[in-house]
C-alpha cells in the first residue's frame, strides 16, 4: 500500500464528506486507503460511511480523546508506507496529494511535506508554515504584526512569499494536513499525547528535525482548509483560546524546560492585560456603532487567557 490517510472526525460529518470525496476524485496512480476515525461525537458520521462509501475504514472511539491519541489509535490500522493526516475541513484541489506523495518520496532529507492551505475564500493560509514557537513570537503573536511585517524572521512564513515551485525546507507544517514517512513516524514515536489539541504538530516536526531530517513546504500542492469546523462546535467559546495557551505551556515545559514555560506564562498574562486593556477602551465606541458589543467574544477568550495566566481555568487540566 502506497498511502493511508487519516482522517479523525469530531462533529464534522459534512464537511467529511466532501474531503473523502476530494481524495478519491482527484488522487491517481497511488495505492490507497482511507481510514476514519470519530472521537467520541457520535454525529452520524458512520452511518453515513455505511451508505456512502462502506469501504472505507472506520473506528468508533467512545469519548473525545484529542487530536493526538485519535491519529494514534487509526495508525495502527494501517498499511502504508506513507502517511497523511488530514482534517476533514479540508477539500484537495488537482493533484495535491500526488505532489506531497512524489516530493516526500524522492527527497531523502525530508520526514514531512505539507501542501499550501488555502482558507474558503482563495486566500492563502499562513499558518500552513509556521517557527517553532518562542515567547517572543508568541508575545507578539497578532493578526496585525504578521499582515504588517509577513517576512520577519519570528513567523517562518518566508517561504510563502518565495516565487517558484520548488519545495521549500521550514520549521513546521500544520496538522490540517501533513504527510510523513511511516518509518520516520514510528522512529520519532507518533504524535506525543502530551497535548489534547493543538501543539502535536508543532511537536512532530520538533522531534522529525531532531533527527537530522527536516519538514518541507510544497506549494504545488494545493488544498483549502475551511479551518475551525471542529474547535467552533465547543459549548464553551473559549475552550479553544485556553487550550491553545495551555498546549503551548506544556510544548516549553516538555521541549525547553519549566522555566522557559514560566516565562511564557508571564509573558502571555502581559499579552493578556494589553488585549484585555486595549478592548475595555474601544468599548465606548464599539456601542456608539452597535447596541452590542461587537468585541464581546475576544473579550471573552482573552479574560478566559487572563485568567489561565494566574492558574484559573483549572478545568483544562484534566485534558
Not at 197 to 213: N, S, V
Request: hydrophobic fraction near 40%; proline fraction near 3%; charged fraction near 20%.
Amino acid at each position: 500500500m502506497d498511502l493511508s490517510i487519516i482522517m479523525v472526525n469530531w462533529n464534522s460529518k459534512d464537511y467529511l464528506s466532501k474531503a473523502i470525496e476530494s481524495v478519491i476524485s482527484q488522487t491517481r496512480g497511488l495505492s490507497f486507503e482511507i481510514i476514519v476515525v470519530d472521537s467520541g461525537s457520535f454525529d452520524g458520521c458512520a452511518e453515513m460511511l455505511q451508505q456512502t462509501r462502506p469501504e472505507i475504514r472506520f473506528l468508533q472511539l467512545d469519548r473525545n480523546v484529542g487530536f493526538a491519541n485519535a491519529n494514534n489509535a487509526a495508525f495502527g490500522a494501517t498499511r502504508g508506507r506513507v502517511l497523511l493526516f488530514l482534517n476533514p475541513d479540508t477539500e484537495i484541489v488537482g493533484t495535491a496529494i500526488n505532489s506531497l506523495y512524489d516530493h516526500l518520496t524522492n527527497m531523502p532529507q525530508a520526514a514531512i511535506v505539507g501542501p499550501k492551505l488555502l482558507n474558503s475564500d482563495g486566500s492563502v493560509q499562513d499558518t500552513c508554515v509556521r517557527a517553532f514557537p518562542t515567547v517572543l513570537n508568541q508575545f507578539l503573536d497578532s493578526d496585525l504584526l504578521r499582515t504588517r511585517f509577513p517576512q520577519a524572521g519570528i513567523w517562518g512564513k518566508q517561504s510563502l512569499s518565495v516565487r517558484g515551485d520548488r519545495p521549500r525546507k521550514v520549521e513546521a507544517i500544520s496538522g490540517a494536513c501533513l504527510m510523513m514517512k511511516r518509518s520516520m513516524f514510528e522512529a520519532v514515536g507518533m504524535f506525543s499525547t502530551d497535548y489534547f489539541m493543538y501543539a502535536e504538530d508543532m511537536d512532530l516536526c520538533l522531534k522529525a528535525e531532531r533527527t537530522g531530517f527536516g519538514a518541507y513546504y510544497v506549494p504545488t500542492a494545493v488544498v483549502i482548509h475551511h479551518g475551525g469546523a471542529s474547535s467552533s462546535q465547543t459549548s464553551a467559546s473559549t475552550f479553544s483560546a485556553v487550550m491553545s495557551f495551555e498546549s503551548q505551556w506544556r510544548f516549553f515545559r516538555k521541549t525547553r524546560s519549566f522555566r522557559y514555560a514560566m516565562l511564557y506564562r508571564c509573558a502571555m498574562f502581559c499579552a493578556s492585560t494589553l488585549r484585555v486593556s486595549a478592548l475595555l477602551v474601544t468599548w465606548p465606541m464599539s456601542l456608539l456603532y452597535d447596541r452590542r458589543w461587537s468585541s464581546g467574544n475576544a473579550f471573552r477568550k482573552w479574560m478566559a487567557r487572563l485568567r489561565w495566566t494566574l492558574g484559573g481555568e483549572r478545568w483544562v487540566r484534566k485534558y
